[in-house]
């Protein structure tokens, strides 16, 4: 059984991100330039967003945070992408969700250009991703297929089951897997499953997305599967500073033991959602012209 390590790819990824962007720099390029927009005073959309922010830095991409307050009209918030959107300056931008309720995330997704969406939330990116056409693909399914790939697990003509069918996660890494080059036969599970046990038994790769802590145990689980635990739930616990702890979706220590290779949480699929999106960004910068900036 191997644990993957998602820090150490993130770590791997980061650094070939930062060789990047030098070389660009280094050949008289501007280097990529992130934007993030955070409406309001959430806490975690705040933390999320300090940790962008470094990122970007730490690979040398510019970066500029606008802070709006919570109180900033949808128009408004509209009118601020429309200028983000002309902006040649910006290659990439990303409104950090969720928004204050008076505004329709929707429609503020559908603002963004979907040249510089490099969260990949717009239809006309999730529709191209799901044709298998260049697009920018969200975070936590790239990072999944990341850490697939640095691992090498073969995925070709293995039974994929997939916990979970939101559009962030479940949908679009079923999606994925399934397309050519990946070549998984996948399942797609959800609050409905009939025998949801026997059918993640049969998986050769299981990704847990149903946000249950510890809902996947080892009578669920095939000798030598390949388990991503994307599920990320606080539970209380007292003895710690924070007086929480982060569980997965997976029993990890009854199901590793079996696995080949499986994810913990913390440090599996978490590390990789940032990562994603310095690849989108650097991505945006070089745009390969698949989108019509017209
Ligand atoms: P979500 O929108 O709540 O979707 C959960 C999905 O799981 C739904 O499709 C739901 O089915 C299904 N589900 C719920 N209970 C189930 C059950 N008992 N049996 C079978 N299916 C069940 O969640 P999400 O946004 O995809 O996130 C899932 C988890 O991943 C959460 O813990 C979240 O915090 C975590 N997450 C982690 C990262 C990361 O960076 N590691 C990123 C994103 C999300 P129905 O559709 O039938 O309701």
């Not at 280094?26 to 933390?47: C, F, K, M």
């Not at 030598?224 to 739930?233: K, L, N, Q, R, S």
């Not at 209380?236 to 929480?244: V, W, Y």
Request: neutral net charge.
């Amino acid at each position: 059984m191997e644990i993957i390590d998602g820090k150490e790819v993130a770590q791997a990824l980061k650094k070939q991100i930062a060789a990047q962007v030098a070389t660009m720099v280094g050949a008289g390029e501007r280097a990529p330039h992130l934007v993030a927009i955070l409406v309001g005073d959430d806490g975690a959309s705040q933390t999320y967003v300090d940790h962008k922010e470094k990122m970007s830095a730490e690979v040398g991409f510019r970066s500029t945070v606008l802070r709006l307050s919570g109180d900033t009209s949808q128009a408004e918030l509209l009118d601020l992408i429309a200028k983000l959107n002309r902006d040649t300056e910006v290659d990439g931008f990303i409104v950090q969700l969720p928004l204050p309720r008076h505004i329709d995330e929707q429609k503020v997704i559908e603002a963004i250009d979907p040249s510089k969406d490099v969260d990949g939330f717009h239809p006309e990116n999730v529709g191209r991703m799901v044709m298998g056409l260049p697009s920018f693909v969200s975070a936590t399914p790239d990072g999944i297929l990341q850490l697939l790939k640095y691992y090498n697990i073969p995925t070709a003509g293995k039974h994929c089951v997939v916990i979970g069918r939101s559009n962030i996660v479940g949908r679009p890494i079923a999606n994925l897997l399934s397309q050519k080059g990946w070549d998984c036969t996948v399942t797609m599970c959800h609050s409905r499953t009939r025998n949801l046990a026997d059918v993640v038994r049969s998986g050769d790769i299981v990704i847990a997305a149903l946000g249950r802590a510890e809902f996947v145990t080892a009578d669920m689980i095939k000798p030598g599967a390949v388990v991503i635990d994307v599920g990320i739930t606080r539970v209380p616990a007292p003895e710690t500073k924070s007086g929480f702890r982060l569980k997965g979706d997976v029993k990890f220590d009854e199901v590793a033991p079996l696995c080949s290779y499986i994810t913990p949480v913390p440090g599996g699929v978490g590390p990789m959602t940032i990562i994603s999106l310095m690849r989108n960004t650097l991505l945006a910068k070089r745009l390969f012209g698949f989108f019509d900036r017209e």
